[in-house]
């Protein structure tokens, strides 16, 4: 069983995926935002094509620690597709995943043009792969 990892930009979605031994992260699709019933079904498919037990979805915490409306609609739509898809649907705290990533990015010298690109797969790998990592760390 795989995990799938979601970066809810206002634009574009990133989409990640772990390997079959929830090991590492891998980026895998950026979806276009969308209405939200197309969007579930998106996120089905992959599902069902990875064999998917586990989403996890970045959650854009404020820097005080607060939810914010942003944080607020990504609960909301983890609930959504937790029913929806009858499988287990996590938050996690994705602050600085975007800025980590886009700094690799600059410091790899990509182009401005490629990171906008990217971005926001990538931040769905890392947000995967810090779930990840805390879920073996749990079983030391």
């Known amino acids: ?18 390997d079959t031994l929830g ?3 891998q980026p895998l699709a950026l979806i276009e935002r969308t ?12 599902v069902q094509k990875y064999d998917v037990n586990t989403i996890v979805i970045g959650l854009p915490i404020r820097m005080d620690g607060t939810c914010g409306r942003d944080a607020l609609e990504v609960k909301e739509f983890a609930e ?3 029913k929806a898809l009858s499988l ?5 705290d994705e602050r600085f995943s975007t800025s980590a990533v886009t700094r690799t990015l600059i410091e790899g010298d990509v182009r401005r043009k490629k990171r906008k690109m990217v ?13 990840l990592d805390s879920q073996r760390h749990k079983h030391i």
């Not at 069983?1 to 772990?18: P, T, Y």
């Open 119 to 131: 971005v926001d797969k990538l931040s769905a790998t890392y947000i995967l792969q810090g779930y």
């Open 80 to 82: 959504t597709l937790q």
């Open 23 to 25: 090991i590492t992260a």
């Open 88 to 92: 287990t649907v996590v938050t996690w």
């Open 35 to 46: 209405g939200r019933k197309r969007l579930t079904e998106k996120i089905k498919e992959f």
């Open 1 to 18: 069983m795989r995990v799938l990892g979601l970066d809810m930009g206002r634009k574009r979605i990133g989409v990640a995926v772990s």
